[in-house]
């Protein structure tokens, strides 16, 4: 008969629920392994199966009671360190998606938005269009994969302890946070630009002819040189955002 004490199991229970912790705070705001579409029930069950995997090759972690003061304030440390690691990745979609709403607005297409499950609220056509393009190359470069390798390799960069992310890195993590405006115009700077000519054009053009119909002709000109801009920069615009990717993972690569 096997005999196990209560601190043995305390111990195994420690190994397995930390873990489990940091990889469920990723799964809630990663994209795609934390997006909305995603059950719940997947997502903790992919969460749980990836633990099971990961959880024996760890180091060996502080020997704090799981059930102490201590091993709380390391269980919630785990899961915001998870919830930081998929909120860096997040921001480079909310940045695209402000390139989508900067694009779209100069287009005439504000009014053109219906609601989004992932952000509860509401979004315009090419902000998720250039989202959905960001998406698809994160799944086609394998991204998540990359994600979830860097993930595994947090736990040595960031073991598990009390003290393990310190400001330093909460920092460039806050300071990450304004790159979604650097990179909403740089990727939505060519077509605005084309817009913004557009728009110059046909107002320099209406104070030539007072008798045009701005109104009548102005939406189908903008929309049209907008959907042109849109298809002519659609094949340059893979590089950026797998570069913004690529910087994204060596962000978290970096956190200590």
Request: proline share 5%; hydrophobic share 55%.
């Amino acid at each position: 008969m096997v005999d196990f004490t209560d601190t043995q199991l305390l111990a195994w229970v420690s190994a397995f629920m930390w873990p489990l912790t940091r990889i469920l705070g990723i799964f809630s705001t990663a994209p795609v392994l934390g997006h909305a579409s995603l059950p719940i029930q997947s997502r903790v069950g992919l969460a749980v199966l990836l633990a099971i995997l990961v959880a024996p090759g760890l180091p060996a972690s502080t020997e704090q009671d799981i059930l102490s003061w201590y091993g709380l304030l390391i269980t919630v440390q785990q899961f915001l360190i998870g919830v930081a690691i998929g909120f860096v990745m997040s921001l480079i979609f909310t940045g695209i998606e402000l390139a989508g709403e900067l694009v779209g607005m100069t287009m005439g297409l504000g009014f053109a938005t219906f609601f989004d499950p992932q952000s509860k609220g509401r979004s315009s056509v090419i902000s998720q269009f250039l989202s959905l393009l960001a998406l698809l190359l994160f799944l086609a470069a394998d991204f998540h994969l990359l994600l979830i390798e860097t993930l595994v390799q947090s736990f040595r960069t960031l073991p598990i302890e009390v003290n393990a992310l310190h400001w330093s890195s909460i920092r460039n993590i806050a300071f990450w946070g304004g790159h979604i405006f650097s990179i909403g115009v740089q990727i939505s700077l060519p077509v605005v630009t084309a817009l913004l000519i557009t728009n110059l054009a046909l107002g320099i053009l209406t104070r030539a002819a007072p008798q045009l119909n701005l109104f009548g002709i102005g939406f189908p000109v903008t929309m049209s040189v907008g959907f042109l801009m849109l298809g002519l920069c659609l094949p340059y615009w893979s590089t950026p955002i797998m570069r913004l990717l690529q910087s994204g993972l060596d962000l978290i690569r970096s956190l200590n």
